[in-house]
């Protein structure tokens, strides 16, 4: 899958993109990162929870070079970064999956508390675009990259009771698509990814007590994913789910 020229083909005379994914431990993250290994796409992973984090790890390393950052990411972005400068050299592309639901179950927005708001913006919007500061300077002499943003419908319909998830959600796509008009014609492109609906922990603890067996998994949405790496668009909001069904 893919074209040489963005690294997603393996063949004998290219260089495979070094990839970085947040939330990276379980749930789409560890999807992604499955299919990314088995290609033998260098990794650096990301996840607050160290012992899963470690076994992901472990895990993947049985099939490409990986490196293992544990921790909050709206809080070590500059550390996350540096690891993977340091041991890789660069990050060609960087996939913000990590995000916070907050409150479960979630509060009506005129109860949500300022310190939980505070919380959901810093890790599902200001943490992605400062990951993004400290890595466009290489992808920018580079003259090549891909940052892709993990959003959700809650950005673009109003759910009562999702006002702090899909508000800061929607904060991120129009981020995302100013970023990519201020990138243009770096050869950096900006994509966003609104997964769909899927039987995932955070999804359970959104909706607790629900029956999410009949969603799809994250395993059915990262290929429709990945697919989005192999091409050219400067800017692109697509529905994983729905693409993954028109193939």
């Known amino acids: ?4 020229d963005h690294g997603f083909m393996k063949s004998n005379d290219v260089v495979l993109d070094v990839v970085l994914i ?11 990162a499955r299919r990314l290994a088995r290609r033998g796409h260098s990794l650096v992973l990301n996840a607050r929870g160290a012992e899963a984090l470690r076994e992901a790890s472990d895990e993947l390393s049985r099939f490409t070079k990986v490196i293992a950052v544990p921790g909050d990411v709206s809080e070590i972005a500059e550390e996350l970064a540096g690891h993977a400068l340091a041991y890789f050299g660069r990050v060609d592309v960087l996939i913000n999956n990590a995000s916070e639901l907050g409150p479960s179950p979630m509060p009506l927005l005129e109860e949500h508390s300022w310190e939980s708001l505070l919380r959901i913006f810093r890790v599902n919007v200001v943490a992605p675009l400062h990951l993004a500061q400290l890595l466009l300077p290489g992808m920018r002499s580079r003259g090549r990259g891909t940052i892709v943003n993990i959003t959700s419908d809650a950005a673009v319909n109003a759910y009562p009771g999702w006002g ?16 990519a008009a201020e990138l243009e014609g770096s050869g950096v492109r900006v994509l966003v990814v609104d997964p769909g609906d899927m039987n995932t922990e955070m999804h359970a603890l959104a909706t607790p007590g ?12 990262a290929p ?9 668009e400067a800017f692109a909001r697509v529905e994983a789910q729905r693409m993954a069904v028109l193939q």
């Open 1 to 4: 899958m893919g074209r040489a």
């Open 210 to 221: 629900a029956d999410l067996s009949e969603l799809a998994s994250p395993e059915d949405v």
């Open 164 to 179: 702090g998830y899909g508000s800061s959600k929607a904060a991120l796509e129009h981020a995302s698509r100013i970023l």
């Open 224 to 232: 429709a994913v990945l697919e989005l790496l192999d091409g050219r």
């Open 22 to 32: 947040t939330g990276a431990s379980q749930g789409l993250g560890l999807a992604l």
